[in-house]
């Protein structure tokens, strides 16, 4: 990452972070702005399509992500928190830089000019260059050993066309090591948890998240960490276990690690309250 005071960035939050996953967004602010990262969110935003639109209807699916691609300014990256709005995003703007037709009626959709030069990132890619530039060397342990399964599920999964971007698999357990966690070798770290059958074939997602949430507590983890807003709320719904593992947002405990959200009102947002698991890991009072 340039060595650079402050940095900014677009940014497109999408429709899990709006509304059940507030605390995501929160967090996520909360930590970009104590790196001197400014988060500068798209003025009319809509939403990806990536919940159900692309396998519904392919016409909308195609053009919902690139009206928010003629909302960034130029000269300025953008930035999508969720895996799989990136996704939409990212796709969208490899199809419009390779068909010549698509870009004309994108201009004449949205009354500018395509930029084939916009820089789509993930959290995800923010991070890994912190991570790089020695950002979380001179942080204190802030997670006190705490014992957390790193749950990828399958949105950093790419299709084919976009096999060549870059695979953050083992960044999150990288990050939990040097914030003092003990991130946990486990079976179901990349495992789907059926977030998009939780309407039509809710008995399918049940089965999921029941493995899923079985596996941690056979590693015996204090708690798992999501990389996706979708994850995490179908973990905690669909639980059904007696312990109910608490289940974080990884900008959740990023922030944690800082000394922050104890009193931000984030973990009452929880279904599955995590603040018996941080009161005695004395992370909150």
């Avoid at 003629?70 to 999508?80: D, I």
């Avoid at 939780?198 to 990389?227: F, K, L």
Wanted: charged letters at 25%; aromatic letters at 10%; one cysteine or more.
């Amino acid at each position: 990452m340039p060595d650079k005071k402050f940095l900014e960035f677009s940014y497109f939050p999408g429709c899990s972070l709006e509304t059940t996953a507030k605390e995501n967004n929160r967090s996520l602010y909360t930590f970009c702005e104590r790196h001197n990262i400014a988060l500068k969110e798209l003025d009319d935003w809509n939403c990806c399509g990536s919940s159900s639109t692309h396998s519904i209807d392919h016409d909308p699916a195609k053009w919902l992500p690139t009206r928010n691609l003629a909302l960034a300014p130029p000269g300025r990256p953008l930035m999508a928190a969720c895996p799989n709005c990136y996704m939409r995003l990212k796709l969208a703007h490899m199809i419009l830089n390779q068909n010549g037709d698509d870009r004309e009626e994108y201009k004449r959709l949205w009354g500018r000019d395509f930029d084939p030069d916009l820089r789509i990132i993930t959290f995800f890619e923010l991070l890994s260059d912190l991570a790089e530039a020695g950002a979380f060397e001179t942080h204190k342990p802030g997670l006190k050993g705490m014992r957390v399964a790193a749950y990828y599920g399958c949105m950093l999964a790419r299709p084919p066309v976009m096999r060549h971007e870059r695979n953050f698999y083992g960044l999150m357990e990288k990050v939990l090591l040097s914030l003092g966690a003990e991130p946990l070798k486990w079976g179901y770290s990349a495992r789907c948890c059926g977030t998009f059958l939780a309407a039509s074939r809710p008995d399918i997602a049940a089965r999921s998240v029941a493995d899923i949430m079985a596996g941690a507590e056979q590693v015996r983890a204090e708690c798992i960490v999501t990389a996706c807003a979708m994850c995490q709320m179908n973990l905690e719904i669909r639980s059904r276990l007696p312990g109910k593992t608490p289940v974080f947002h990884f900008s959740e405990l990023l922030a944690l690690s800082l000394g922050i959200g104890g009193g931000k009102g984030w973990f009452r947002r929880h279904l599955i309250d995590p603040r018996p698991l941080l009161r005695a890991r004395k992370l909150i009072g």
